[in-house]
Nanobody, 124 residues
Framework: QVQLVESGGGLVQAGGSLRLSCAASGLTFSRYLMGWFRQAPGKEREFVAAISGSGGSTYYADSVKGRATVSRDNAKNTVYLQMNSLKPEDTAVYYC?????????????????WGQGTQVTVSS
């Protein structure tokens, strides 16, 4: 049974930083691209970042490019999202998700499993 547990969210002032973590179990972690998505109240879930199974390739949404860094530790089955220079519009529930096969990595429908998410709130 695949489990994904996100953590590291919280309340932070604009301009601050957070490091989100996602611990995965029940899958061969290194075989999966891992994505980060977020969903703000009243909005659809949107792509934030992704990292290939080896960690050699990373992908970012334009809205976070230059402020976010995605990384992974395959020995710990964990993926991270470092977010800097946070803005109020970054407020959302952040989710990680694994993706096994080729396809549109920017589309949440292509991902296989989802965790419960972690809330990030950025105050102005």
């Amino acid at each position: 049974q695949v489990q994904l547990v996100e953590s590291g969210g919280g309340l932070v002032q604009a301009g601050g930083s957070l490091r989100l973590s996602c611990a995965a179990s029940g899958l061969t972690f290194s075989r999966y691209l891992m994505g980060w998505f977020r969903q703000a109240p009243g909005k659809e879930r949107e792509f934030v970042a992704a990292i290939s199974g080896s960690g050699g390739s990373t992908y970012y949404a334009d809205s976070v490019k230059g402020r976010a860094t995605v990384s992974r530790d395959n020995a710990k089955n964990t993926v991270y999202l470092q977010m800097n220079s946070l803005k109020p519009e970054d407020t959302a529930v952040y989710y990680c998700a694994p993706k096994r096969y080729a396809g549109n990595l920017y589309y949440d429908g292509q991902y296989d499993y989802w965790g419960q998410g972690t809330q990030v709130t950025v105050s102005s």
